[in-house]
């Protein structure tokens, strides 16, 4: 499982999974919308939030859920200021959006 939450002064705005359950509403085919970008487009209100992202195994243990590039684009293009992402063992990583170039 792949959970994904967006926080802003200390308030939960958008929460995303990445179910392989569930497809895209627009998508024609089984297609998997990653949890990032889900909870992009739970809320407009993301300039300057976190995002934190976890994955767990399915047993049980937290993994690695550094975001992939495509997401990492559209993170950095939402405002966000900074991810915080599960890197198992109970350690987190840290981007800060703002070391990321645009494009
Ligand atoms: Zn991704």
Do not use: W
């Amino acid at each position: 499982m792949f959970g994904a939450i967006v926080v802003k002064s200390g308030r939960i705005v958008s929460t995303g999974t990445n179910n392989p359950q569930k497809t895209h509403p627009r998508a024609g085919y089984p297609r998997r919308i990653h949890a990032e970008i889900q909870v992009l487009l739970g809320t407009d209100d993301l300039k300057g939030a976190t995002m934190y992202l976890v994955r767990v195994t399915n047993g049980g243990k937290e993994a690695l859920s550094k975001p992939c590039q495509n997401c990492l684009r559209e993170i950095k293009k939402s405002g966000l200021k900074s991810v915080i992402f599960s890197m198992g063992k109970g350690e987190y990583g840290k981007i800060d959006l703002r070391d990321v170039a645009p494009n």
